[in-house]
């Protein structure tokens, strides 16, 4: 079991930078793969960014290559999204998730997820 909280989300404008954190406690946070997704209004939660067990592995959507960079950091417990460039089509609101298989871009992979924290980007 793993508890999942997120963090960082907020206002920003088009252009603009914002930084999410997923503090986990429980098992053993470098035991999981760790992902990000997210959900706008009215559409299905969808795929953004995954990251291996030991971080060799990194994959994310095509809307946000180049723009969000994931990372985490297993002394710490914590996953980070850094998104650049913001987008008003990157208004949603952001899941951290875990999975106790293998590097995945399906809902359906991972295992635990996060309350979510709303990141609104105006144009």
């Known amino acids: 079991q793993v508890q999942l909280v997120e963090s960082g989300g907020g206002l920003a404008q088009a252009g603009g930078s914002l930084r999410l954190s997923c503090a986990a406690s429980g098992r053993t946070f470098s035991s999981y793969v760790m992902g990000w997704f997210r959900q706008a209004p009215g559409k299905e939660r969808e795929f953004v960014s995954t990251i291996s067990r030991s971080g060799g592995s990194i994959y994310y959507v095509d809307s946000v290559k180049g723009r969000f960079t994931i990372s985490r950091d297993n002394a710490k417990n914590t996953v980070y999204l850094q998104m650049n460039s913001l987008k008003p089509e990157d208004t949603a609101v952001y899941y951290c998730?875990?999975?106790?298989?293998?590097?995945?871009?399906?809902?359906?992979?991972?295992?635990?997820w996060g309350q979510g924290t709303q990141v609104t980007v105006s144009s």
């Open positions: 998730a875990a999975s106790t298989k293998g590097v995945g871009v399906s809902r359906d992979e991972y295992n635990y």
